[in-house]
């Protein structure tokens, strides 16, 4: 079964705000990737934090890691028009070649 | 330049055709890999080949075929398309345990 549950499904902030979505897995993983995927076009890699990492930033991007709890979250600070995307977690598990399991999804929605 | 590419970018064709579709990538990596995204969004690993051997197939019905002549091209043949096969096809490429690069996709209906 699917490796990766996004929530939420859907988020609408207005700009300026910050955007959090959350991402749960179900088995150990080396590392966990976050990917942007504008309407119909392919996707974007944003961040990979590796399993023995708790948090990362890239600009106005924040990923933290539980391994604990099974879960991520991606934060996104002072949100724009132009981060209006559908945002996946993956996760690469261990034990060999990189078979990576894409979650459902949060689709973003920044109001000018 | 575009690091992944494939063609076409769109597809329709009728039931129970054959059709290609092409993806390379310039990047140097080790790794392609071929996902099927369906109209729920959902993103599915299908075939993955590493330096041009096969090394994940998840279940795919045997009408799909990738093929790889070289480390920087992944062909997806799929033969007797039907209805259900209709989705976005995405290549990507990588070093193994890196961050994978995702072509533009290609967007097939089969009718």
């Known amino acids: 079964s699917q490796q990766g549950e996004e929530d939420p499904q859907a988020l609408s902030i207005q700009e300026g705000e910050n955007a959090t979505m959350n991402c749960s897995y179900k088995t150990s993983i080396n590392n966990l990737q976050w990917y942007r995927q504008n309407s119909g076009r392919g996707l974007v890699h944003l961040i990979l934090i590796r399993s023995n990492e708790r948090e990362k930033h890239s600009g106005r991007l924040r990923v933290t890691l539980d391994t604990s709890k099974k879960s991520s979250s991606l934060l996104i600070t002072a949100s724009r028009a132009a981060d209006t995307a559908s945002y996946f977690c993956?996760?690469?598990?261990?034990?060999?070649?990189?078979?990576?399991?894409f979650g459902t999804g949060t689709k973003l929605q920044v109001i000018p | 330049d575009t690091a992944v590419s494939q063609t076409p970018k769109y597809l329709v064709t009728q039931m129970g055709n054959d059709k290609s579709i092409k993806c390379e990538q310039n990047?140097?990596?080790?790794?392609m890999y071929w996902y099927k995204q369906d109209s729920k969004k959902f993103l599915k690993i299908m075939f993955s080949?590493?330096?041009?051997?096969?090394?994940i197939n998840e279940t795919v019905p045997n009408r799909f075929s990738p093929k790889s002549p070289d480390k920087a091209h992944l062909n997806l043949h799929i033969n007797s398309l039907e209805l259900g096969d209709s989705a976005v096809y995405f290549c990507?490429?990588?070093?193994?345990?890196?961050?994978?690069?995702f072509g533009p996709g290609t967007r097939l209906t089969v009718l």
């Open positions: 990047l140097g990596h080790d790794t």
């Open positions: 990507a490429s990588s070093y193994v345990g890196d961050t994978q690069y």
């Open positions: 080949y590493n330096n041009k051997e096969l090394i």
């Open positions: 993956a996760t690469d598990s261990p034990g060999g070649y990189q078979k990576v399991t």
